[in-house]
């Protein structure tokens, strides 16, 4: 009997395994989906005297998409214009370079980051369960 269930369970783990890559893969989609059209909408009609907000809107856009590390950005940029580095020009190149900051480090939160923890406390809650279900010596 615990041979079938170890068997059941580990089709279980596959099946579940490729649903949540499937899920991985559809949310990484939608996300840069996001965050491309976001730069498309801000960028291209970006004018410094019509729409002089749209650089506003992305940040706040790419920091929400990007939260928490998004403020990596925010601190590194800030931290180079407090060691008097020259900023960036204002307009399309200003965001631009922060975009792709942004994006880089939203990327890696919730794309490589977030998976490889979820994959570390999963392997270790199975390495206890199995732990706790050997009969003492």
């Known amino acids: 009997a615990d041979d079938i269930r170890k068997v059941s369970n580990a089709a279980g783990e596959r099946y579940v395994n490729a ?6 893969a559809r949310l990484k989609v939608v996300w840069i989906a996001i965050c491309v059209l976001t730069l498309t909408l801000c960028v291209l009609p970006y004018n410094a005297t019509t729409n002089r907000d749209n650089d506003i809107v992305l940040y706040l856009v790419m920091i929400a998409l990007a939260f928490p590390s ?7 940029y800030s931290g180079l214009q407090a060691l008097h580095v ?7 190149i200003e965001m631009l370079v922060l975009w792709v900051g942004f994006f880089i480090v939203g990327y890696v939160q919730w794309f490589v980051l977030t998976p490889w923890i979820i994959r570390v406390a999963d392997r270790i809650w199975r390495t206890r369960q199995n732990t706790s279900a050997l009969p003492p010596p």
């Open 19 to 24: 649903k949540m890559l499937k899920i991985g």
């Open 86 to 92: 020259p900023p960036l020009p204002l307009g399309r």
């Open 70 to 76: 998004a403020y990596l950005v925010v601190l590194l």
